[in-house]
């Protein structure tokens, strides 16, 4: 195991009915002007928004509305947002949403505390933001986990980039999780967000630190149950059951725990976020759409154990053979993603023919970096898995 640094400061309040503690949390934890960011209206044709903004009013906290947050958002938005959180005196941002108010929201708390650093700069790593303003969270789809990640995701359409940026000022103050307000969610969204999750943990499971016993265990027994609730949810996103496990899982799954000792991989975010980036794909699907193609080019990195223990722990393989039961895993695992009615390959994506060449040319950054740790991908093989998942299924 590898040593690790793990801070956790976010107060999650879970369970139906949550909803009802968002006033008091943002009283809590120092908001009296709140900046409200939300997406583009899901939250106010089911209601939840009106039922905030009416109980912040019944706490005496005042509050400006900031919708418009596009899946992938953009950079432009979240810097009309720092504007707006400026302007207004915002004291805390409070995101109603998913990833993709959750991200813009963190990006306007980093803007606002640094009023004449641009946050792109932030975001590559041209700057250090040294202060945030605390952010609250009402999700509404499990899928990002950025309810209590450390990451925040943004777009810049100009020049088709998305990057993330981690750091600790990113973890919100709270987080109200309510499984009920995800019932109202399309079943493709349910299915981006379960494949999502899954990812989330797939990223970091596969990893070349092999003694790490607590953390993998911890990870296959997420996977386990994000499958079995995963299916559930998919077919009927009211099951309130189902998608308990289902959001806590969003959560565990990205706020660091299922990884922790080990190295970080996230080669197929990687691969996903220049999709992303280039053709305006649902996160879920980006990752969704290469990680068969992935898997089958790093899997022999250790020999095929890795796959092999993954295939018997969380799929239940019983073949000796490491090869055999890693190839078998990851049959099943693409099964899966197909059962969920997600695309497992950039012709399933439905954007046209896809330039592998400029993916990998956005991917490795204009091959200036590899990405991976289980196997390290290059320009070369990063263009290599591009190019194995643009086949024809
Ligand atoms: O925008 P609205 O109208 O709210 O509609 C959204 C959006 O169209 C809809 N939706 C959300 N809750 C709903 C609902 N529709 C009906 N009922 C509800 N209850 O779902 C759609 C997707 O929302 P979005 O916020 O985009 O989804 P998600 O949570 O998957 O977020 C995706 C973004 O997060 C980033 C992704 O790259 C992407 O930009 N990620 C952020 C991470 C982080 N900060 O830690 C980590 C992830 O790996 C990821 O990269
Ligand atoms: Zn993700």
């Given at each position: 195991m590898n040593s690790f640094q793990f801070y956790l400061k976010t107060e999650v309040v879970f369970g139906a009915g949550a909803l009802a503690q968002t006033a008091a949390l943002t009283k809590?934890?120092?908001?009296?002007?709140?900046?409200?960011?939300?997406?583009?209206?899901?939250?106010?044709?089911?209601?939840?928004?009106?039922?905030?903004?009416?109980?912040?009013?019944?706490?005496?906290?005042?509050?400006?509305?900031?919708?418009?947050?596009?899946?992938?958002?953009?950079?432009?938005?979240?810097?009309?947002g720092v504007k707006e959180a400026l302007d207004f005196g915002a004291d805390l941002i409070l995101a109603i949403g998913g990833g993709s108010s959750i991200d813009t929201a963190k990006a306007i708390a980093v803007g606002a505390a640094a009023p004449d650093t641009d946050i792109w700069l932030f975001w590559l790593r041209k700057a250090v933001p040294q202060k945030s303003l605390p952010v609250g969270v009402v999700l509404t789809i499990p899928a990002a986990?950025?309810?209590?990640?450390?990451?925040?995701?943004?777009?810049?359409?100009?020049?088709m980039t998305k990057r993330?940026?981690?750091?600790?000022?990113?973890?919100?103050?709270?987080?109200?999780?309510?499984?009920?307000?995800?019932?109202?969610?399309?079943?493709?969204?349910?299915?981006?967000?379960?494949?999502?999750?899954?990812?989330?943990t797939l990223?970091?499971?596969?990893?070349?630190?092999?003694?790490?016993?607590?953390?993998?265990?911890?990870?296959?027994a997420l996977l386990r149950v994000v499958l079995k609730n995963g299916t559930k949810v998919c077919a009927d996103p009211a099951d309130t059951h189902a998608m308990s496990e289902i959001m806590w899982?969003?959560?565990l799954s990205h706020n660091g725990l299922t990884g922790l000792g080990g190295q970080k991989d996230f080669a197929v975010h990687q691969l996903g976020h220049a999709l992303s980036a280039r053709y305006d794909v649902a996160h879920g699907a980006s990752l969704s759409a290469v990680w068969g193609a992935w898997a089958l080019a790093v899997a022999d990195a250790d020999g095929y154990a890795r796959f092999a223990r993954f295939g018997r722990n969380v799929w239940g393989i019983a073949e000796p053979d490491d090869k055999t039961a890693a190839l078998k895993a990851i049959d099943r695992q693409v099964a899966y993603f197909e059962s969920l009615q997600m695309p497992t390959s950039l012709p399933q994506l439905?954007?046209?023919?896809v330039d592998v060449q400029e993916l990998?040319?956005?991917?490795?950054?204009?091959?200036?970096?590899?990405?991976?740790?289980?196997?390290?991908?290059?320009?070369e093989k990063i263009l290599a898995v591009?190019?194995?998942?643009?086949?024809?299924?």
């Open positions: 809590k934890h120092g908001g009296s002007k709140v900046l409200v960011v939300y997406g583009g209206g899901s939250c106010k044709r089911s209601g939840v928004l009106d039922t905030v903004t009416q109980a912040l009013q019944e706490q005496g906290i005042a509050y400006r509305l900031f919708g418009g947050a596009r899946p992938n958002p953009r950079l432009d938005h979240a810097r009309k986990g950025s309810e209590t990640s450390d990451s925040a995701v943004l777009t810049d359409e100009q020049t993330g940026l981690s750091t600790d000022l990113n973890r919100p103050a709270f987080a109200v999780l309510d499984p009920t307000l995800a019932a109202t969610l399309p079943n493709y969204q349910v299915s981006c967000g379960v494949t999502d999750i899954l990812m989330h990223d970091r499971y596969f990893n070349p630190v092999s003694d790490n016993e607590i953390s993998d265990a911890m990870a296959e899982c969003g959560s439905q954007v046209g023919s990998a040319e956005l991917c490795s950054y204009g091959k200036t970096r590899s990405i991976g740790s289980f196997k390290v991908l290059d320009h591009y190019a194995a998942a643009n086949q024809e299924k």
